[in-house]
């Protein structure tokens, strides 16, 4: 995950055991441990200011990097993630585990659900992007068909449907306009 300075990385030992590393030059020995423990971490997103860093995996957290609580997890754990980004408010998207999917804007300020967007009864997610803006969601399920989302409301906008195939991967242009599927 990179930020303006810095980027973070994890990594994971034979033992199941995870450390997050914070480096801020090509220098191995210039690294700073952020976060180490059991499971798995596949996702890391810094927040918009750069002052939090989600990991996101089996047992995910959200650590702060900067001020009197540096390197200190503000919230214990979310539980099991399968994703996660922040939106340019500070609001943090998170997809949860299993059964099914379900996307949650949480308040880290609050470590409260804002918004959640039930997938139903699907147990797959294969890509979302969110528009630049922060205000709507795409996601592609299975079934080759992309849900639009409105985030502030936490209502589907439309649904696309007739791909080819599942599609595997979104992305918004740069005003939101447009949406590219692949």
């Known amino acids: 995950a990179p930020a303006r300075d810095r980027i973070a990385v994890a990594v ?29 971490v596949r996702w890391l997103a810094f927040s918009p200011c750069g002052r939090h ?4 995996g089996d047992a995910s957290r959200i650590i702060a ?13 979310y539980g099991e993630l399968q994703g996660c980004a922040w939106l340019p408010s500070g609001e943090l998207l998170v997809k949860t585990g299993h059964p099914g999917y379900e996307l949650q804007l949480w308040d880290p300020g609050t470590d409260a ?10 147990t797959s997610l294969l890509a979302w992007a969110l528009s630049e803006d922060g205000g709507r969601l795409a996601v592609a399920e299975p079934g080759q068909a992309v849900s639009l989302w409105d985030l502030d409301k936490g209502t589907r906008l439309q649904r696309l449907e007739g791909h080819r195939a599942d599609v595997m991967g979104l992305a918004f242009s740069s005003t939101g306009e447009l949406l590219l599927t692949l």
């Open 12 to 40: 994971r030992d034979g033992n199941r055991e995870h450390r997050v590393w914070l480096l801020s030059t090509f220098d191995p020995e210039d690294r700073v441990l952020v976060s180490q423990g059991r499971g798995e």
């Open 53 to 56: 860093l989600v990991a996101a």
């Open 65 to 77: 990097l900067d001020g009197e609580n540096a390197g200190f997890e503000l919230v214990a754990s």
């Open 113 to 122: 659900a804002k918004t959640r967007i039930d997938g139903g009864r699907s």
